[in-house]
């Protein structure tokens, strides 16, 4: 008798349990948010004075556009699924000679925020990955058109050649070197000498970028001299500069110290001219990806940012488990791998670990058609940017088709040729690069945008989460750069949200109602600044002058308000808690949701407003990498860091400074008036919420000498503003 071996799994799916119960619950849920609005509907229509109507409505209001926002966060607790991958029984299926060939793409923009020692990090980490060398092919994108960046990887090329060998002898895991020598690893000579070797190369580079220009004594060939001369050029600069592409390491003929394969690496800084539209990274990702199809054409891509460094060296091993698979999953167009940050203090007090964006959602997503792309950690079928699964478009050049087998040398004059057409500035005109192939155009958060319109052609995608992190990056440490990266946010996905593609219409047809509720959750993220807004300053407002606008405490109004507070809290703490957090570090994201709301969203919403009415705004900001040591201090102390007279601190400034005056004025309404406790206890309890979340602003405002304190200019102008806003609706009230 005949027996069959069942091959052993690739990868495996498993639903969570605590789906049943977020659907009884979301049912439940559902039935008090409508007995809320209809308790608003009663009170507005029984109104009678116009104060107590245009509180009404604007509860109303806030009341509304939360249980919206509420409903589209249940798509991801539909049906949320755990994945896990088996990379060891890969050999199984794919003899390694056999590994496809992939193309990683890295974008960097600005020397000064993104430090050219960390973007060379990024490279060399993905270059030591447990994969066949000859396969790899790393591209580099430059959009800050820098000399220094194009220094630091001639001198990473040449480092490359001792580190990649020593990570494949050593079996090393840190593969990205600056985390290795942070770590404790193993003292020996040959790691003492390339430590030297990493040193003197970080060195050369930081000394480059802080004298804006590379030395005589650092340039040690006429090859490198010819490189460098291109940036000397008087007509060259950030905005306006030819291609510039180099073939640092050519898989075909670079070798590393032990004799074997080197992977390719290649320079990019595209064309740029001041008359031309860029479309920031998008453009500089659909540039990589047309100049990697002339030289190499991986059918395999990876994007990653320039400080999200490889943590793992079975990385595209993992990626493999689902690709070389495609009965599960024969649509699948990308696999997404979490953001994970290293440095992160023990409060994380700006909630960088977005664990919802970033883990929580995927998750629910994932149960569905798959979680949306990210911006970074991202592996993608090449074929994804030509069509849909069923709907291939053909590009206008052959040699860009991701069937099209490159078969001359990626260094030969008629392969850079091509690839320096591919990256003119022009190159795109009249084309379909940006609206149906390659990454999309349209919106600040290309990252989202390109997942969205990709999921809507009818891809599919998977969230692979290995226990060891795949990726590892950088965090901001200052308020303001915090906020500055949401306010980016908030105008990209606007941009999206009320655009002819919005989920919530072109979305649900495409690909159905829970799908495009969790595409509308971010698309309308900004929103919350509406509520958020409102419950900061309304009912404090009416406290500080006595008018109760909430039910008293033996109404059974007030119960059901106490179960949509709660519920929705303690939930999402679950949720928290149960995606490996915990309750400090939650309080810490529940801090910066209320934050965001009064700050970037509400600064994003108006300059998309703006935007839309064609008034002038703000252009793209980068957010800084650069590590102040100072800066790093505090925030190890878990200090919030302002120093800068930030707008965006104004509102909650103002908002700390009003809750904190209407707590205490709530105290004495309670010893004073008569049932006052029972009266005025939500708006108490409102505004005390607030002062609790508000504790760093006063700690600012007061306490502190350092300079990252709340300047005294903000502190000011927000008492100020307190005061004619408070000033406004006493006026209001003895008017009416």
Same mark, same amino acid.
């Given at each position: 008798?005949?027996?069959?071996?069942?091959?052993?799994?690739?990868?495996?799916?498993?639903?969570?349990?605590?789906?049943?119960?977020?659907?009884?619950?979301?049912?439940?849920?559902?039935?008090?948010?409508?007995?809320?609005?209809?308790?608003?509907?009663?009170?507005?229509?029984?109104?009678?004075?116009?104060?107590?109507?245009? /509180?009404?409505?604007?509860?109303?209001?806030?009341?509304?556009?939360?249980?919206?926002?509420?409903?589209?966060?249940?798509?991801?607790?539909?049906?949320?699924?755990?994945?896990?991958?088996?990379?060891?029984?890969?050999?199984?299926?794919?003899?390694?000679?056999?590994?496809?060939?992939?193309?990683?793409?890295?974008?960097?923009?600005?020397?000064?925020?993104?430090?050219?020692?960390?973007?060379?990090?990024?490279?060399?980490?993905?270059?030591?990955?447990?994969?066949?060398?000859?396969?790899?092919?790393?591209?580099?994108?430059?959009?800050?058109?820098?000399?220094?960046?194009?220094?630091?990887?001639?001198?990473?090329?040449?480092?490359?050649?001792?580190?990649?060998?020593?990570?494949?002898?050593?079996?090393?895991?840190?593969?990205?070197?600056?985390?290795?020598?942070?770590?404790?690893?193993?003292?020996?000579?040959?790691?003492?000498?390339?430590?030297?070797?990493?040193?003197?190369?970080?060195?050369?580079?930081?000394?480059?970028?802080?004298?804006?220009?590379?030395?005589?004594?650092?340039?040690?060939?006429?090859?490198?001299?010819?490189?460098?001369?291109?940036?000397?050029?008087?007509?060259?600069?950030?905005?306006?500069?030819?291609?510039?592409?180099?073939?640092?390491?050519?898989?075909?003929?670079?070798?590393?110290?032990?004799?074997?394969?080197?992977?390719?690496?290649?320079?990019?800084?595209?064309?740029?001219?001041?008359?031309?539209?860029?479309?920031?990274?998008?453009?500089?990702?659909?540039?990589?990806?047309?100049?990697?199809?002339?030289?190499?054409?991986?059918?395999?891509?990876?994007?990653?940012?320039?400080?999200?460094?490889?943590?793992?060296?079975?990385?595209?091993?993992?990626?493999?488990?689902?690709?070389?698979?495609?009965?599960?999953?024969?649509?699948?167009?990308?696999?997404?791998?979490?953001?994970?940050?290293?440095?992160?203090?023990?409060?994380?007090?700006?909630?960088?670990?977005?664990?919802?964006?970033?883990?929580?959602?995927?998750?629910?997503?994932?149960?569905?058609?798959?979680?949306?792309?990210?911006?970074?950690?991202?592996?993608?079928?090449?074929?994804?940017?030509?069509?849909?699964?069923?709907?291939?478009?053909?590009?206008?050049?052959?040699?860009?088709?991701?069937?099209?087998?490159?078969?001359?040398?990626?260094?030969?004059?008629?392969?850079?040729?091509?690839?320096?057409?591919?990256?003119?500035?022009?190159?795109?005109?009249?084309?379909?690069?940006?609206?149906?192939?390659?990454?999309?155009?349209?919106?600040?958060?290309?990252?989202?945008?390109?997942?969205?319109?990709?999921?809507?052609?009818?891809?599919?995608?998977?969230?692979?989460?290995?226990?060891?992190?795949?990726?590892?990056?950088?965090?901001?440490?200052?308020?303001?750069?915090?906020?500055?990266?949401?306010?980016?946010?908030?105008?990209?996905?606007?941009?999206?949200?009320?655009?002819?593609?919005?989920?919530?219409?072109?979305?649900?047809?495409?690909?159905?109602?829970?799908?495009?509720?969790?595409?509308?959750?971010?698309?309308?993220?900004?929103?919350?600044? /509406?509520?958020?807004?409102?419950?900061?300053?309304?009912?404090?407002?009416?406290?500080?002058?006595?008018?109760?606008?909430?039910?008293?405490?033996?109404?059974?109004?007030?119960?059901?308000?106490?179960?949509?507070?709660?519920?929705?809290?303690?939930?999402?703490?679950?949720?928290? /808690?149960?995606?490996?957090?915990?309750?400090?570090?939650?309080?810490?994201?529940?801090?910066?949701?209320?934050?965001?709301?009064?700050?970037?969203?509400?600064?994003?919403?108006?300059?998309?407003?703006?935007?839309?009415?064609?008034?002038?705004?703000?252009?793209?900001?980068?957010?800084?990498?650069?590590?102040?040591?100072?800066?790093?201090?505090?925030?190890?102390?878990?200090?919030?860091?302002?120093?800068?007279?930030?707008?965006?601190?104004?509102?909650?400034?103002?908002?700390?400074?009003?809750?904190?005056?209407?707590?205490?004025?709530?105290?004495?309404?309670?010893?004073?008036?008569?049932?006052?406790?029972?009266?005025?206890?939500?708006?108490?309890?409102?505004?005390?919420?607030?002062?609790?979340?508000?504790?760093?602003?006063?700690?600012?405002?007061?306490?502190?000498?350092?300079?990252?304190?709340?300047?005294?200019?903000?502190?000011?102008?927000?008492?100020?503003?307190?005061?004619?806003?408070?000033?406004?609706?006493?006026?209001?009230?003895?008017?009416?």
């Amino acid at each position: 008798m005949k027996t069959t071996t069942t091959p052993p799994p690739l990868h495996s799916q498993r639903p969570l349990r605590r789906r049943h119960f977020n659907r009884l619950f979301a049912a439940a849920y559902t039935a008090a948010i409508l007995s809320l609005l209809y308790h608003h509907t009663l009170t507005l229509l029984h109104s009678t004075t116009t104060a107590s109507l245009s /509180i009404s409505l604007l509860l109303f209001l806030s009341d509304a556009i939360l249980a919206y926002m509420w409903s589209t966060t249940q798509s991801f607790r539909m049906n949320p699924v755990h994945r896990r991958s088996f990379p060891e029984n890969l050999p199984e299926f794919l003899d390694r000679k056999d590994f496809p060939a992939v193309d990683i793409f890295i974008c960097t923009a600005d020397p000064h925020k993104e430090p050219p020692v960390g973007v060379a990090n990024t490279a060399l980490s993905v270059m030591a990955y447990d994969y066949p060398t000859e396969k790899l092919s790393v591209y580099v994108s430059d959009d800050g058109g820098s000399e220094a960046t194009a220094f630091a990887f001639m001198e990473a090329a040449e480092f490359a050649k001792v580190w990649v060998p020593f990570c494949r002898q050593n079996d090393v895991t840190d593969t990205c070197p600056d985390a290795y020598f942070a770590s404790n690893y193993a003292l020996t000579d040959k790691s003492l000498q390339i430590k030297m070797m990493y040193e003197s190369m970080k060195m050369k580079v930081e000394n480059a970028v802080e004298k804006g220009k590379i030395s005589e004594e650092y340039i040690t060939s006429e090859e490198e001299r010819q490189i460098l001369s291109q940036y000397c050029n008087k007509d060259f600069n950030r905005q306006s500069h030819p291609s510039v592409i180099q073939v640092l390491l050519n898989s075909s003929k670079d070798k590393d110290v032990t004799g074997e394969c080197m992977p390719n690496l290649v320079y990019v800084s595209r064309e740029k001219r001041k008359t031309s539209p860029h479309h920031f990274k998008a453009g500089a990702l659909n540039t990589l990806l047309r100049v990697s199809a002339s030289m190499t054409n991986a059918p395999i891509i990876l994007t990653l940012d320039c400080d999200m460094y490889s943590n793992d060296p079975l990385t595209v091993q993992r990626v493999l488990c689902y690709l070389a698979d495609n009965s599960g999953n024969p649509n699948c167009g990308y696999i997404q791998f979490p953001q994970r940050y290293h440095g992160l203090n023990k409060s994380d007090i700006y909630a960088s670990e977005h664990k919802r964006l970033f883990l929580s959602n995927p998750i629910g997503m994932d149960g569905l058609n798959g979680p949306n792309y990210v911006g970074t950690g991202c592996f993608f079928r090449r074929r994804v940017f030509f069509g849909g699964p069923f709907s291939y478009i053909d590009p206008e050049n052959p040699d860009l088709d991701p069937n099209h087998i490159v078969d001359k040398p990626i260094n030969s004059k008629e392969v850079l040729g091509l690839a320096h057409n591919f990256a003119s500035c022009n190159y795109e005109n009249q084309t379909n690069w940006g609206s149906k192939l390659g990454f999309r155009y349209g919106s600040l958060v290309e990252d989202y945008y390109t997942g969205y319109r990709l999921q809507c052609e009818g891809w599919r995608s998977v969230f692979c989460d290995p226990k060891r992190p795949a990726f590892l990056g950088d965090v901001p440490i200052s308020l303001n750069d915090v906020l500055s990266q949401t306010k980016r946010w908030s105008i990209g996905l606007l941009e999206v949200g009320f655009s002819k593609y919005s989920p919530i219409t072109f979305g649900v047809n495409a690909m159905g109602i829970l799908m495009a509720q969790a595409y509308a959750h971010y698309a309308f993220w900004p929103v919350w600044s /509406i509520p958020i807004t409102i419950y900061a300053f309304a009912p404090s407002l009416a406290l500080l002058q006595g008018i109760p606008i909430f039910p008293k405490v033996r109404d059974p109004w007030f119960s059901l308000y106490a179960f949509l507070f709660l519920g929705a809290y303690v939930q999402d703490c679950l949720d928290f /808690i149960s995606a490996r957090g915990t309750f400090q570090r939650w309080w810490s994201d529940q801090r910066l949701w209320l934050i965001r709301g009064l700050s970037s969203f509400l600064f994003g919403s108006t300059e998309y407003t703006s935007k839309r009415l064609g008034m002038a705004t703000h252009g793209f900001n980068i957010t800084s990498k650069v590590m102040d040591n100072e800066q790093s201090k505090r925030y190890n102390q878990g200090m919030f860091e302002f120093g800068v007279a930030s707008p965006m601190f104004v509102p909650l400034a103002m908002a700390a400074i009003l809750n904190l005056a209407a707590f205490l004025v709530g105290f004495v309404l309670v010893l004073k008036k008569e049932g006052g406790f029972d009266r005025f206890f939500m708006q108490i309890f409102i505004a005390g919420f607030g002062v609790l979340n508000s504790l760093p602003f006063y700690e600012a405002m007061v306490l502190r000498s350092d300079k990252g304190k709340m300047p005294m200019k903000t502190t000011i102008t927000s008492t100020l503003l307190v005061g004619i806003l408070y000033g406004i609706c006493l006026l209001c009230t003895i008017v009416k």
